[in-house]
Structure formats: structure tokens, C-alpha cells
């Protein structure tokens, strides 16, 4: 049974590491909207191309998401990756260390 206990725990450090790197787009993509970058530039494309849709579907969830002109999604995206890292990736983590 150890062999699926490191699969697990496996699959839960890498869901991890992906999660963290996406909560890195999603800050990364925060502060590029703060020095309004060229939209032309292939890095200024490829973070907003990730980041965006997730972004906007909190938005289109949660009205109160924009203020005004303050836009709160990010905060919100990042809470939630955050949180997710918190409740799914432990849970798996603890889940590999029992079928150890």
C-alpha cells in the first residue's frame, strides 16, 4: 500500500506547486494592471491569457467583486487558490501519509 501512499503524496506536492505557481500569474497579473504594460508585449499576452479567465468568472460570480474602479477579483482569486492549497492539497497530503 505504500506505492499508492506515494502516488498520492505525489500528486498532491505537485497540485501544490501548480497552484502556487498560478497564485503567481494571478499577482503578477494584479500588478501589471497597476503600471499598464504593452498589451503587444508576448509576456504582457501569455499572463493575461491565464489569468483573465479565471478573473472573470469571479467577477461574473461575484458582483461585488468591482468596486467602482477598485477591482477586488485578484484579491478573491488568490484567497481562493490559497485556500484551496489549504483544504485539498493537506487533505491529499494527509490521505498519502495513512496509506503509507
Known amino acids: 500500500m505504500f506505492v499508492a501512499g506515494n502516488a498520492v ?6 497540485l501544490g506547486l501548480l497552484l502556487q505557481a498560478y497564485m503567481w500569474v494571478v499577482i503578477i497579473y494584479a ?7 504593452d498589451p503587444r508585449n ?7 491569457a491565464l489569468a483573465e479567465p479565471f478573473l472573470d468568472t469571479i467577477r461574473r460570480l461575484l458582483p461585488f467583486a468591482r468596486l467602482g474602479a477598485l477591482d ?21 497530503l494527509d490521505f498519502g501519509a495513512r496509506l503509507r
Not at 9 to 14: G, K, L, Q, S, W
Not at 31 to 37: A, D
Not at 42 to 48: A, H, K, L, N
Open 9 to 14: 503524496v505525489a500528486i498532491a506536492r505537485v
Open 31 to 37: 500588478l501589471m494592471s497597476w503600471v499598464n504594460p
Open 42 to 48: 508576448p509576456i504582457v499576452r501569455f499572463i493575461s
Open 72 to 92: 477586488l477579483s485578484p484579491l478573491i482569486g488568490v484567497l481562493l487558490i490559497y485556500g484551496t492549497q489549504l483544504f485539498v492539497v493537506q487533505s491529499l
